[in-house]
Protein backbone atom coordinates (compact mmCIF):
# COMPACT_ATOMS: atom_id res chain seq x y z
CA UNK A 1 0.00 0.00 0.00
CA UNK A 2 1.22 3.45 -0.70
CA UNK A 3 0.92 4.43 2.91
CA UNK A 4 3.26 1.93 4.20
CA UNK A 5 5.81 2.61 5.08
CA UNK A 6 9.85 0.38 5.11
CA UNK A 7 9.57 0.06 8.49
CA UNK A 8 5.98 -1.05 9.02
CA UNK A 9 7.31 -3.85 5.75
CA UNK A 10 9.82 -5.16 7.60
CA UNK A 11 8.01 -7.32 10.43
CA UNK A 12 6.32 -8.64 7.49
CA UNK A 13 9.59 -9.63 5.47
CA UNK A 14 10.88 -10.94 9.09
CA UNK A 15 7.80 -13.54 9.43
CA UNK A 16 8.36 -14.69 5.61
CA UNK A 17 11.38 -15.32 5.59
CA UNK A 18 11.12 -17.40 9.19
CA UNK A 19 8.50 -19.48 6.98
CA UNK A 20 11.17 -19.95 4.31
CA UNK A 21 8.01 -18.78 1.79
CA UNK A 22 10.63 -16.12 -0.23
CA UNK A 23 13.31 -17.43 -1.80
CA UNK A 24 14.47 -13.51 -3.32
CA UNK A 25 12.91 -10.39 -2.30
CA UNK A 26 13.89 -7.19 -3.69
CA UNK A 27 12.73 -3.69 -2.57
CA UNK A 28 13.12 -0.05 -4.57
CA UNK A 29 11.98 2.85 -3.21
CA UNK A 30 11.39 5.67 -5.07
CA UNK A 31 10.61 9.26 -3.33
CA UNK A 32 8.19 11.11 -4.78
CA UNK A 33 4.85 13.02 -3.03
CA UNK A 34 4.33 9.95 -1.17
CA UNK A 35 6.88 7.11 -0.31
CA UNK A 36 6.15 4.21 -2.47
CA UNK A 37 7.54 0.29 -1.31
CA UNK A 38 7.56 -1.92 -4.21
CA UNK A 39 8.28 -5.35 -3.04
CA UNK A 40 9.16 -8.21 -5.98
CA UNK A 41 8.79 -11.68 -3.97
CA UNK A 42 9.29 -15.04 -5.71
CA UNK A 43 9.21 -18.36 -4.27
CA UNK A 44 10.07 -22.20 -4.71
CA UNK A 45 7.00 -23.70 -6.49
CA UNK A 46 5.36 -26.82 -5.50
CA UNK A 47 5.33 -29.53 -7.97
CA UNK A 48 3.23 -29.14 -10.73
CA UNK A 49 1.37 -32.40 -10.58
CA UNK A 50 -0.02 -30.93 -7.33
CA UNK A 51 -0.33 -27.82 -7.88
CA UNK A 52 -2.58 -27.64 -11.50
CA UNK A 53 -3.98 -31.00 -12.16
CA UNK A 54 -4.81 -30.80 -15.87
CA UNK A 55 -8.06 -29.21 -17.13
CA UNK A 56 -8.43 -27.75 -13.18
CA UNK A 57 -7.15 -24.46 -13.25
CA UNK A 58 -8.09 -22.02 -16.25
CA UNK A 59 -6.51 -19.06 -17.01
CA UNK A 60 -8.95 -15.60 -17.44
CA UNK A 61 -7.35 -12.64 -19.17
CA UNK A 62 -8.23 -9.20 -18.27
CA UNK A 63 -7.96 -6.72 -20.17
CA UNK A 64 -7.42 -5.53 -24.04
CA UNK A 65 -4.43 -7.63 -25.97
CA UNK A 66 -1.95 -4.12 -26.73
CA UNK A 67 -4.06 -1.88 -26.10
CA UNK A 68 -2.21 0.79 -24.55
CA UNK A 69 0.79 0.73 -27.02
CA UNK A 70 -1.95 0.78 -29.94
CA UNK A 71 -2.88 4.00 -28.71
CA UNK A 72 1.17 5.20 -28.50
CA UNK A 73 1.36 3.80 -32.44
CA UNK A 74 -1.64 5.69 -32.97
CA UNK A 75 -0.14 8.78 -31.89
CA UNK A 76 3.10 8.08 -33.29
CA UNK A 77 1.43 7.40 -37.03
CA UNK A 78 -1.73 9.53 -37.02
CA UNK A 79 -1.17 11.53 -40.20
CA UNK A 80 -0.42 7.70 -42.00
CA UNK A 81 -3.19 6.13 -40.45
CA UNK A 82 -5.71 9.01 -41.68
CA UNK A 83 -5.27 8.34 -45.27
CA UNK A 84 -6.10 4.56 -44.96
CA UNK A 85 -8.98 5.12 -42.30
CA UNK A 86 -12.30 7.01 -41.83
CA UNK A 87 -12.20 9.81 -39.12
CA UNK A 88 -15.13 7.49 -37.22
CA UNK A 89 -12.85 4.69 -36.99
CA UNK A 90 -9.78 5.97 -35.46
CA UNK A 91 -11.15 9.03 -33.32
CA UNK A 92 -11.99 6.34 -30.42
CA UNK A 93 -8.53 5.20 -30.25
CA UNK A 94 -7.31 7.03 -27.28
CA UNK A 95 -9.88 5.05 -25.25
CA UNK A 96 -8.75 2.02 -25.30
CA UNK A 97 -6.12 3.29 -22.66
CA UNK A 98 -8.73 4.03 -20.12
CA UNK A 99 -8.93 -0.02 -19.08
CA UNK A 100 -10.15 -0.58 -15.81
CA UNK A 101 -7.69 -0.03 -12.22
CA UNK A 102 -5.99 -2.75 -11.90
CA UNK A 103 -5.94 -2.40 -8.05
CA UNK A 104 -9.87 -2.86 -8.35
CA UNK A 105 -9.12 -5.74 -10.65
CA UNK A 106 -6.92 -7.91 -8.71
CA UNK A 107 -9.01 -7.01 -5.74
CA UNK A 108 -11.84 -8.38 -6.78
CA UNK A 109 -9.95 -11.18 -8.41
CA UNK A 110 -8.33 -12.49 -5.10
CA UNK A 111 -11.92 -11.95 -3.84
CA UNK A 112 -13.69 -14.51 -6.26
CA UNK A 113 -11.46 -17.60 -7.00
CA UNK A 114 -8.27 -16.13 -8.07
CA UNK A 115 -5.05 -18.07 -6.99
CA UNK A 116 -2.35 -16.43 -8.86
CA UNK A 117 -1.68 -13.18 -10.96
CA UNK A 118 1.04 -12.34 -13.79
CA UNK A 119 1.00 -8.99 -15.05
CA UNK A 120 1.77 -8.05 -18.80
CA UNK A 121 4.58 -5.98 -20.28
CA UNK A 122 7.38 -5.33 -22.57
CA UNK A 123 6.79 -8.33 -25.32
CA UNK A 124 3.19 -8.49 -25.12
CA UNK A 125 0.97 -11.26 -24.82
CA UNK A 126 2.95 -13.87 -26.13
CA UNK A 127 5.77 -13.13 -23.74
CA UNK A 128 3.48 -12.78 -20.54
CA UNK A 129 2.09 -16.18 -21.33
CA UNK A 130 5.47 -17.58 -21.79
CA UNK A 131 6.55 -15.55 -18.69
CA UNK A 132 3.63 -16.79 -16.41
CA UNK A 133 4.50 -20.40 -17.44
CA UNK A 134 7.69 -20.43 -16.29
CA UNK A 135 6.97 -18.68 -13.33
CA UNK A 136 4.36 -21.44 -12.24
CA UNK A 137 6.37 -24.17 -13.52
CA UNK A 138 3.90 -25.89 -15.87
CA UNK A 139 2.69 -25.97 -19.21
CA UNK A 140 -0.16 -24.27 -20.82
CA UNK A 141 -2.92 -24.52 -23.57
CA UNK A 142 -4.47 -21.03 -24.93
CA UNK A 143 -6.94 -20.30 -27.19
CA UNK A 144 -5.94 -17.55 -29.75
CA UNK A 145 -9.64 -16.27 -31.03
CA UNK A 146 -10.13 -16.20 -27.16
CA UNK A 147 -7.33 -13.62 -26.25
CA UNK A 148 -9.32 -10.25 -26.03
CA UNK A 149 -8.04 -7.19 -28.24
CA UNK A 150 -10.25 -4.85 -30.30
CA UNK A 151 -10.65 -4.83 -33.90
CA UNK A 152 -8.63 -1.08 -33.77
CA UNK A 153 -5.48 -2.76 -32.61
CA UNK A 154 -6.01 -5.60 -35.21
CA UNK A 155 -6.09 -2.40 -37.92
CA UNK A 156 -3.57 -0.56 -36.67
CA UNK A 157 -0.98 -3.22 -36.36
CA UNK A 158 -1.98 -4.62 -40.11
CA UNK A 159 -1.07 -1.24 -41.37
CA UNK A 160 2.33 -1.15 -39.40
CA UNK A 161 2.92 -4.34 -40.26
CA UNK A 162 3.31 -5.54 -36.28
CA UNK A 163 1.80 -8.48 -34.47
CA UNK A 164 -0.55 -7.29 -32.15
CA UNK A 165 0.06 -10.18 -29.57
CA UNK A 166 3.53 -9.11 -29.53
CA UNK A 167 3.47 -5.26 -28.60
CA UNK A 168 3.75 -3.59 -25.21
CA UNK A 169 0.21 -4.96 -23.37
CA UNK A 170 0.16 -2.75 -20.09
CA UNK A 171 -2.81 -3.08 -18.42
CA UNK A 172 -3.61 -6.89 -18.56
CA UNK A 173 -2.89 -9.39 -16.48
CA UNK A 174 -3.61 -13.17 -16.15
CA UNK A 175 -5.14 -14.67 -13.47
CA UNK A 176 -5.66 -18.83 -12.66
CA UNK A 177 -8.74 -19.85 -10.84
CA UNK A 178 -10.27 -22.92 -10.30
CA UNK A 179 -13.68 -20.92 -10.52
CA UNK A 180 -13.37 -19.08 -13.95
CA UNK A 181 -17.20 -18.79 -14.11
CA UNK A 182 -16.95 -16.94 -10.99
CA UNK A 183 -14.18 -14.85 -12.03
CA UNK A 184 -15.55 -13.60 -15.01
CA UNK A 185 -19.33 -12.62 -13.69
CA UNK A 186 -17.24 -10.46 -10.78
CA UNK A 187 -15.25 -9.04 -13.72
CA UNK A 188 -17.86 -8.14 -15.67
CA UNK A 189 -19.74 -6.49 -12.69
CA UNK A 190 -16.20 -3.78 -12.90
CA UNK A 191 -17.28 -3.55 -16.96
CA UNK A 192 -13.97 -4.74 -17.99
CA UNK A 193 -13.09 -7.24 -20.76
CA UNK A 194 -12.27 -10.23 -19.44
CA UNK A 195 -12.42 -13.72 -20.84
CA UNK A 196 -11.54 -17.41 -20.08
CA UNK A 197 -8.56 -18.11 -22.91
CA UNK A 198 -7.37 -21.47 -21.86
CA UNK A 199 -5.65 -23.73 -18.93
CA UNK A 200 -2.75 -24.52 -17.16
CA UNK A 201 -1.38 -28.50 -18.53
CA UNK A 202 0.79 -30.66 -16.50
CA UNK A 203 2.54 -30.97 -20.13
CA UNK A 204 5.22 -28.14 -19.77
CA UNK A 205 4.14 -27.83 -23.58
CA UNK A 206 2.93 -23.73 -24.16
CA UNK A 207 0.53 -24.50 -26.59
CA UNK A 208 -0.72 -21.80 -28.58
CA UNK A 209 -4.19 -23.05 -30.30
CA UNK A 210 -5.79 -21.03 -33.76
CA UNK A 211 -8.19 -23.59 -35.12
CA UNK A 212 -6.39 -26.87 -36.06
CA UNK A 213 -3.00 -25.29 -35.95
CA UNK A 214 -1.20 -25.44 -32.65
CA UNK A 215 2.05 -24.21 -32.14
CA UNK A 216 4.36 -23.52 -29.31
CA UNK A 217 5.17 -20.10 -27.75
CA UNK A 218 8.55 -19.14 -27.45
CA UNK A 219 10.81 -16.88 -25.18
CA UNK A 220 11.15 -13.00 -25.69
CA UNK A 221 14.33 -11.92 -27.40
CA UNK A 222 13.04 -8.12 -27.53
CA UNK A 223 10.97 -6.71 -30.59
CA UNK A 224 12.90 -5.69 -33.64
CA UNK A 225 10.43 -2.74 -34.44
CA UNK A 226 10.94 -1.70 -31.04
CA UNK A 227 14.67 -1.18 -31.86
Not at 91 to 96: A, C, F, K, S, T
Not at 125 to 147: H, K
Not at 148 to 168: A, F, H, N, R
Request: aromatic share 8%; with cysteine; proline share 5%.
Amino acid sequence: PETMTEEQLRPYMRVAYEHAELSDVEIVRTDTKLVTAHVVATGEAEETELRYPDGEYSIVMCGLTGAEETVLRYEEHRKMLRLKYPKHFLEDIPELANGADMRTVCRQAWQNGAVYGYACDDGGVYAGLFGMSERLRTGLRVSLPDIPISQKTIEVCEELDIDPYQIGAGGCIFLITPEPERLLTALYALDTEAAKIGALQTNPAKELCNGGEVRCLEPYRGSAFLR
